[in-house]
């Protein structure tokens, strides 16, 4: 199965990602989780893109495209399957992927857009926490951890992202709707998009994808 989960940030991509990946083997990619190990490493390419992210902008296409082309390359059950959580996030990201793809003989499954309205995207960002050390995501609200502030995983403590800050998460929202949206009708001109609705709790949002894997997608 290979797949790209996309939606709004904060409709619960990278949740519903993390799940299928764990529960179907595949290879997990989310460029938003790697440009902020870079940043963590203090590497050359976290220096790069700090800026864009902390004010909610889109890192430019070739630095995100070289990313995702070293890792498929490197990673042995791409073949297998994959799962994509904030990518493609512009047109030409999607054809270059198309060109990344073709190389290696593998064509995309599904595109999955998680359907959340912005109020509710808002609420999500606003009370989302996630683990300085091991990144798992939490809610505040509706998926708290059993000690407040501290990861149930590895104990680590929960922060929050600079870029779910009020005033970034309405440029976030804004360059979505700009720049991700065009994405959505590319996949749809290839007949690979189909729509889940994202309210409703994480399992519930679970339930409705399994169902349209079943139906869509045979691989
Ligand atoms: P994305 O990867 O799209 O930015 P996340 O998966 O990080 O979104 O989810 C954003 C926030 O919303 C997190 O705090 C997460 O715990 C919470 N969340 C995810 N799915 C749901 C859901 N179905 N209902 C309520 N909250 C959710
Ligand atoms: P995310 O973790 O998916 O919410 O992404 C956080 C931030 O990383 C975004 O606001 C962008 O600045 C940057 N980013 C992640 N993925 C991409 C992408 N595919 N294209 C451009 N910028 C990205």
Known sequence: MRLIILGPPGSGKGTQASILARKYGLLYLATGDIFREEIKQKTDLGRQVESYMARGELVPDELVVEVVRRKLESSSNSSIGFIFDGFPRTERQAKELDKLLSKINLKLSAVLLIDVPDDEVVKRLSGRRICARCGAVYHVEYNPPKIEGTCDICGGELIQREDDKPEVIRRRLQVYHE????????????NLLYRVDGLGE???VHRKIETLLKQFCNE
């Open 179 to 190: 720049q991700t949206d065009p994405v959505i009708s590319y996949y749809e001109k290839n």
């Open 202 to 204: 994480v399992e519930e």
